[in-house]
């Protein structure tokens, strides 16, 4: 049988750590390879090149670190090679897409009400950079870049393909097939050569969701002195992850790797276990983010160590669960892997690397709580506190807060959720000093 070939936009750590780790494992490995290319920067594809695609893996236990040669990507190149990234879409072998493109690289509009209602910000800047001639040259921005290559697959007669989200945004497969799809009406009016490929991608490009977890910290030079006395070999693109991983997606309908065979979960109905994640995993990694950060501390692992921080966790974690819709035990039990995961002190994952684009993160871990308790009358105050830990970091470095970031579309809820802000804000401004 011909091998087959998932392409994946987005090549760093986390896919690195998960997906690409998921095929390496699945019982027909043997049959499948993975071509990815780079997001924003091609150092990452330069450095998978020195050793044709293998890095390895480090895996940080509580006591002792584990390494594994991950050699699933067969070809890495930079995102911004037009003809690599139009060839492979164009390659009837490859028939699925993933993404780790980040929260921020879907450019959802953020005057949508909670901005998630999963329209193009067309008033982008790059966007609209790439809009102009899409066709005469290469995309800077996922969504554009998406529809480029879909219209090469459309010129090529390739057949289907599905799109596979692996981002931290519910509905993410809904989330990338929007945006896509805007992205290739606004191609079509500017460029009569496009026309008709937004009804092709609408007829034969399916967009799935998948929940994805495994926490993954940016790799220090500590962690390549680690992994090359445990290998023997040097290597440039270890990548640092714990033992735990997830992988929950939505069924599909065309050959891709049997990932269930290596752990993976196929579910009907991805939301739930979505909203599990993002309220309990990532709402909790923000609020030790944002609230560490003022404290002066710089990993989870510390902060959580924190009695103070542990204890604000443990209150949010309680109106957190309220707001999710998986069974009582359920939820427990994740809670209790989470307590385990955060304890462990070899996983040295930053504070900083949380924090970073919270504008996008909170509207998606945090705000949904919030209003969650709002309408149920549950307590407030931890969740409120998030953001305005937030607000309060942003102000103290100089920086503005986009105002949307708190508008649902609802006057009165979004009145609702700027005083619950404010009041945490005037207590911690009160009482925060580093």
């Keep these: 049988m011909a091998e087959r070939i998932v392409a994946h936009l987005g090549l760093g750590a986390f896919h690195r750590a998960h997906q690409a780790w998921y095929t390496q494992h699945a019982a027909d490995a043997g049959g499948w390879s993975l071509v990815g290319f780079t997001g924003r920067s091609p150092e990452q594809a330069r450095i998978l ?23 699933a990507i067969q070809r890495a190149h930079d995102g911004a090679d037009r003809a690599a990234w139009e060839g492979a879409l164009a390659d009837a072998a490859v028939t699925v897409l993933t993404l780790t493109i980040t929260e921020a690289g879907y450019r959802l509009d953020p005057r949508a009400p909670g901005g998630d209602a999963g329209r193009l910000d067309l008033a982008d800047p790059a966007v609209r950079q790439d809009l102009r001639a899409p066709g005469t040259h290469g995309a800077v921005t996922a969504p554009v870049r998406i529809a480029l290559g879909l219209d090469a697959r459309r010129r090529a007669g390739a057949g289907p393909l599905e799109v596979i989200s692996c981002d931290n945004l519910v509905g993410n497969g809904r989330l990338a097939g929007a945006v896509v799809l805007d ?15 937004t009804s092709w991608i609408e007829e034969n490009v399916r967009f799935r969701s998948s929940m994805v977890d495994r926490i993954t910290p940016r790799t220090v030079p500590d962690d390549l002195a680690t992994a090359e006395r445990l290998s023997g070999v040097r ?19 065309v050959p891709a790797p049997d990932w269930a065979s290596a752990g993976a979960r196929i579910v009907n109905d991805l939301v739930p276990y979505e909203e599990r994640k993002l309220r309990l995993l990532n709402g909790a990694h923000s609020l030790l983010a944002h609230h560490g950060l003022l404290h002066g501390l710089t990993d989870v692992a510390e902060a959580f160590a924190d009695p103070r921080l542990r204890d604000l966790v443990e209150e949010y974690w309680e109106t957190a669960a309220a707001s999710c819709r998986l069974p009582d035990a359920e939820l427990a039990a994740a809670i209790a892997a989470t307590r385990t995961r955060f304890a462990n002190p070899r996983i040295r994952h ?10 996008h993160k909170l509207p998606q871990r945090i ?68």
């Design 367 to 434: 705000l949904p709580v919030l209003r969650s308790a709002i309408a149920a009358g549950h307590a407030t105050d931890a969740t409120a506190s998030v953001v305005a830990a937030w607000i309060l970091g942003e102000e103290r470095a100089g920086r503005g807060v986009d105002p949307d970031v708190l508008r649902t579309g609802d006057a009165a809820l979004d009145e609702r959720v700027r005083t619950l802000v404010d009041r945490a804000l005037r207590r911690l401004d009160a009482s925060v000093v580093v």
């Design 183 to 197: 992205a290739a009406r606004a191609w079509e009016e500017a460029d009569p050569a496009a026309a008709g490929l």
């Design 350 to 359: 930053r504070l900083a690397q949380i924090a970073e684009g919270a504008r």
């Design 235 to 253: 290597d440039e693109a270890v990548v640092v992850c714990e033992p735990f991983s997830e992988w929950l997606l939505e069924p599909g309908a």
């Design 49 to 71: 090149a020195r050793r044709r695609g293998a890095y390895t893996l480090l895996v940080r236990g509580p006591e002792v670190d584990a390494i594994e040669q991950i050699t």
